[in-house]
């Protein structure tokens, strides 16, 4: 009889147990509303950091090949307020947006003759460059001191490229960001 009794006890604490459990578990609707809160909390957080932090971009330009193809998709971060010579960067000139490399920074006197780039007196040694680094006829005159909050941009792809040698300095303001990482295009 004992034993009995401890069985129904038994019965009765499991079925009060599973009874809490079955209350506790959230409905369907509950558990799909929580899903679709922190599916668009992820959706701002990543707007927010693509819009005011990160920047994508595809390449439409021969301006940098061949480092950085036609069609590669650019990923620039916006938070860069100190530029040097080397970084590349993408900048909006005139309506358009353009992929270059900052050659030098404000201060910096940029020199180019037959030998080529010159930066402060200096002869520049840049591997990578395609093609010869000259002066375009009704571009910019040279040597020219960069102002402060400018820099003097150069494309990779010195014959095809529209850089500072044709539009002159450019304000750091009209610097979208710092090329951090780049998909490269397939061609299938």
Do not use: W
Request: glycine share 8%; net charge positive.
């Amino acid at each position: 009889m004992e034993t009995d009794r401890n069985l129904s006890e038994q019965e009765l604490s499991f079925r009060k147990r599973r009874k809490k459990r079955e209350q506790k578990r959230p409905s369907l609707a509950v558990g799909l509303i929580t899903l679709i809160i922190k599916l668009l909390i992820v959706a701002i957080i990543v707007f927010i950091l693509l819009n005011y932090v990160f920047g994508v971009k595809r390449n439409l330009s021969l301006n940098m090949q061949p480092a950085i193809q036609d069609g590669d998709l650019l990923f620039y971060y916006r938070l860069v307020d100190d530029y040097t010579a080397g970084d590349v960067v993408v900048v909006h000139y005139e309506k358009k947006t353009v992929v270059s490399r900052i050659a030098a920074v404000a201060g910096d006197t940029v020199d180019i003759t037959e030998e080529g780039l010159i930066i402060n007196g200096s002869r520049v040694q840049e591997p990578g460059i395609v093609g010869r680094t000259t002066q375009f006829e009704g571009g910019v005159t040279f040597p020219l001191t960069v102002p402060p909050g400018q820099a003097f941009v150069l494309g990779d792809n010195r014959e095809h490229a529209t850089d500072s040698r044709i539009f002159g300095c450019i304000a750091v303001q009209d610097i979208n960001g710092r090329v951090v990482g780049l998909f490269r295009r397939r061609n299938i």
